[in-house]
């Protein structure tokens, strides 16, 4: 069976053609219905529609991700001992002064919501190691940060 979408758009096609046939000079509502749905039904045949279904192209392989994540372009860092009080905004407004960032994610209790007082950033590698000289045992909100390359996922 076909998509929703693409039932709804037969059935459109289908009344834009019935309005086209009804110009033309039919007479009868329903006559130029089945004649317009017709020739709706042969264009759709004939005449290629684009798909919604994703390609194969379109979803990322597991290698790819994997390409990304290790790719030259960018450093993933571990920030921690941070306020609890900060949130991304901050974060990433303190390591921009450093270097291009990409991300932030700070760390969350799955059961309260509260942060738990650590993150990462992902940032343009040419300027990560700068940012961890810069900012690795610096005081910021009343604590001392402790900024390091992030080790990589545990699967």
Request: charged share 20%; aromatic share 6%; glycine share 6%.
């Amino acid at each position: 069976m076909k998509s929703p979408v693409n039932f709804a758009l037969i059935i459109c096609i289908a009344v834009l053609g019935a309005i086209i046939v009804n110009l033309a000079g039919v007479s009868s509502p329903a006559l130029s219905f089945a004649v317009g749905a017709i020739l709706s039904g042969l264009a759709c045949l004939y005449l290629p529609l684009p798909s919604l279904k994703p390609s194969i192209q379109d979803i990322p392989s597991s290698n790819q991700e994997e390409e990304e994540e290790e790719s030259p372009q960018s450093k993933t860092l571990y920030v921690g001992n941070l306020p609890y009080r900060a949130n991304e905004n901050d974060v990433r407004t303190l390591f921009s002064e450093h270097g291009e960032v990409f991300a932030v994610r700070l760390m969350k209790d799955k059961r309260t919501g509260k942060r738990r007082g650590f993150g990462f950033v992902v940032i343009a590698a040419a300027h990560a190691d700068d940012a961890i000289n810069a900012l690795n045992n610096q005081v910021y909100g009343e604590r001392t940060l402790k900024v390091r390359e992030a080790n990589e996922p545990k699967k």
